[in-house]
């Protein structure tokens, strides 16, 4: 089932060209849990055979992202907290998951949107808490842009250079999906990192603070 579902949809983006790669994106970025490993990383491929051009497809990857996500933020920021805690189970958004979107979004703020794009689980539902909670949307819109840029660049890469030395995987998506995700755990890894050490740099700006605060 899902080896011809993400076969339809590499096929879209194939046929459809920089318009499949921002409505999937666009897509991908909502509830609807569709992988962008299987909309990014064959598009950059076929950009090097001279399909589409390396930064075109960043770009509409980025825009598609963005777009999706300012749907579920105005979405969730008309229905509110309760609405979606109540029916969102029915729209791939188990009380779960929007009870760890809603942590990340209210320990990290807009610095959250930014890294959540870059993480699995978060990065698709991160958008939906972000307009419960009424975060401007300027703010937003800008973390949004620049998570989406760098995830849509990584992506591309790694779907150059994977699919470049085994341009078989075009043709087992499943297992494209698989070799993707196991290549880009260090972009992972690197942005639990890197929130961990701005983290740590806030606590210790804000402990230095308090003593001189009264001085």
């Known amino acids: ?7 339809t949809w590499m096929q879209f983006v194939h046929d459809q060209g920089y318009l499949g790669v921002f ?14 490993e299987i909309v990014v990383p064959p598009a950059a491929y076929w950009a090097t055979q001279g399909a589409f051009s390396f930064w075109g497809v960043v770009m509409a990857s980025t ?3 963005w ?4 749907i579920s933020y105005l979405a969730a920021r008309q229905l509110g907290r309760p609405l979606i805690l109540r029916y969102g189970r029915y729209l791939f958004v188990p009380e779960k998951k929007w009870l760890l979107a809603e942590e990340w979004i209210n ?15 978060v990065r ?3 958008s939906l808490p972000a307009g419960a909670a009424r975060m401007p949307f300027l703010p937003f819109t800008v973390s949004t842009l620049l998570g989406s840029l760098t995830w849509s660049w990584v992506l591309a ?29 260090w ?19 804000r402990r230095w603070r308090k003593p001189h605060a009264g001085s």
């Open 1 to 7: 089932m899902f080896h011809q579902l993400f076969a």
């Open 23 to 36: 409505l999937m994106m666009a897509v991908e970025s909502t509830v609807f849990p569709l992988p962008s």
């Open 63 to 65: 825009l598609g992202s």
């Open 67 to 70: 777009f999706g996500s300012a």
């Open 107 to 121: 320990r990290y703020s807009v610095v959250g949107v930014f890294f959540a794009r870059l993480l699995p689980v």
């Open 124 to 126: 698709h539902l991160v």
């Open 157 to 185: 890469r790694f779907g150059q250079e994977v699919l470049g030395g085994d341009p078989r995987l075009l043709t087992e998506p499943d297992m494209l999906v698989h070799v993707l995700k196991a290549k880009l755990a």
């Open 187 to 205: 972009i992972v890894f690197a942005a639990v990192a890197l929130l961990a050490a701005y983290v740590a740099v806030d606590l210790l700006g």
